[in-house]
């Protein structure tokens, strides 16, 4: 009974350490489940905003939701098409003892909205359009001992229901991509 009780506190204490040098060596993994992101590559490039929340499931796997909503008008030389998305996805991280950070394979759905100005000889009217895509993404998260996250990110996909070759949209393949800043608590 006796060896028994001595293997048991050793065993027991030998965890105890393990975790608390997990602790001190990557406190930003020990108990912070969630982020929050902001792409800025959107906002700098396209003038939208673009804002993610993810939730890690585990070291390997993770799940979230990104908002996309583009503020420029349609009159504006820089306008991009896309106006509004809503992305779920679910990644899969290949690092082998961090926890979900480095290099990542992800699978997403996209709801997606489009606008577009469609000329015509004598007016000219606002078309738009929403569809569902599927699609993969790749991408590497890199993390910080505060919690800041970086991440860079780059997907295509493919619109399920609106592929009508007569269609004034060519928007049938669609992308996914960016260089995010977070925070991980």
């Known amino acids: 009974m006796k ?9 027991f204490s030998t965890l105890m350490i393990a975790q608390e040098n997990q602790k ?9 489940k969630h982020e929050i992101k902001l792409n800025a590559f959107s906002l700098i490039v396209f003038s939208s905003l673009d804002v993610s929340y993810e939730k890690l499931i585990n070291k390997d796997t993770s799940y979230g ?57 004598s007016s000219s009217k606002i078309e738009s359009e ?29 619109n399920m229901f609106n592929n009508d070759a007569n269609s004034f949209f060519d928007n049938s393949i669609i992308s996914r991509g960016g260089i995010s800043l977070g925070y991980r608590f």
């Open 65 to 121: 939701v990104s908002v996309f909503y583009n503020f420029n008008d349609i009159d504006n030389d820089f306008y991009f098409p896309k106006k509004i998305s809503i992305t779920p996805f679910y990644r899969w991280f290949f690092s082998e003892t961090r926890f979900a950070r480095g290099f990542f394979v992800e699978g997403f759905g996209m709801l997606n909205h489009y606008e577009e100005r469609n000329y015509s000889f």
């Open 3 to 11: 060896k028994c009780t001595i293997l048991f506190l050793v065993f």
């Open 24 to 32: 001190e060596e990557y406190p930003q993994d020990f108990n912070k």
């Open 130 to 158: 929403t569809d569902f895509a599927l699609g993969v993404s790749v991408g590497g998260k890199f993390i910080i001992k505060s919690g800041f996250t970086a991440e860079v990110l780059l997907g295509i996909g493919r």
